[in-house]
């Protein structure tokens, strides 16, 4: 990012000091940023929550919250862990430093600060946040891919079970059939009826082992049908 960048980002700039806003806010419209200000820690989440900028500069020591609560409020919600946010503060105590930090904050500034050095760690922040939502991006892209390919899956492995059950039960089922209509042309004295039920019962239970076979098979065992397309392979022996 430099001077010549249309303006890509929106800063949020809270800070009760209204010399200070005005500072800051020059130093990021350099940069061809949007700027948003606030002038205490609640209106800061207001306008963070309305506008969701790109970046927060917060001042540690505000009315209303400070800025390490409005960084923690930021930072709640999964979208707020992409948004960077610099703390702005007049404490050079290491535990001052180390609260904004343990906060959620990304980086932080003592006053009084170097113009260039805040504008280069806005540069900084905000290359940061470009890739997390490049990042974001991608993963969202990987995630739909992946959620076709497992309905691809899914739609190929119905496929599979569906030829599977067609191939296998076919032939016990047009045994059945066949028999039936043979029974109905037969009385039931005639040595051929038994014959006829006692087939219809071996093909009923043949199918019965065939479809305990299906629930059980091995989605990985395959073979081949018909022109290149698969079925399950089971042993309908």
Excluded: W
Excluded at 95 to 122: C, M
Excluded at 126 to 144: G, M, P, Q, T
Excluded at 147 to 170: D, F, M, S, Y
């Amino acid at each position: 990012m430099n001077n010549d960048t249309p303006a890509q980002f929106t800063v949020l700039i809270a800070d009760d000091d209204a010399d200070t806003r005005i500072i800051v806010s020059s130093a990021i419209q350099q940069l061809k940023c949007k700027v948003l200000e606030a002038e205490d820690g609640k209106k800061a989440l207001e306008s963070y929550r309305e506008h969701s900028p790109d970046l927060a500069i917060l001042d540690v020591m505000m009315p209303e919250m400070n800025g390490n609560e409005v960084c923690r409020e930021i930072k709640k919600s999964q979208e707020g862990t992409l948004v960077p946010v610099i703390m702005l503060t007049a404490k050079d105590q290491v535990k001052d430093i180390v609260d904004s930090l343990e906060g959620g904050a990304d980086d932080y500034l003592t006053k009084p600060f170097h113009y260039q050095e805040l504008q280069a760690r806005v540069k900084a922040q905000l290359r940061v946040r470009e890739l997390n939502l490049s990042l974001r991006d991608k993963n969202i892209k990987l995630e739909a891919m992946q959620q076709k390919l497992i309905e691809q899956e899914r739609q190929l492995a119905v496929g599979q079970l569906a030829g599977t059950a067609a191939h296998k039960l076919g032939q016990p089922l047009s045994a059945i059939i066949l028999n039936c209509h043979l029974l109905g042309t037969l009385k039931e004295d005639d040595p051929r009826f038994k014959q006829a039920l006692a087939a219809i019962e071996n093909d009923a239970k043949r199918m019965a082992k065939l479809i305990e076979k299906l629930k059980a098979a091995d989605a990985a065992k395959k073979e081949e049908y018909y022109r290149g397309t698969d079925i399950l392979d089971i042993d309908d022996e």
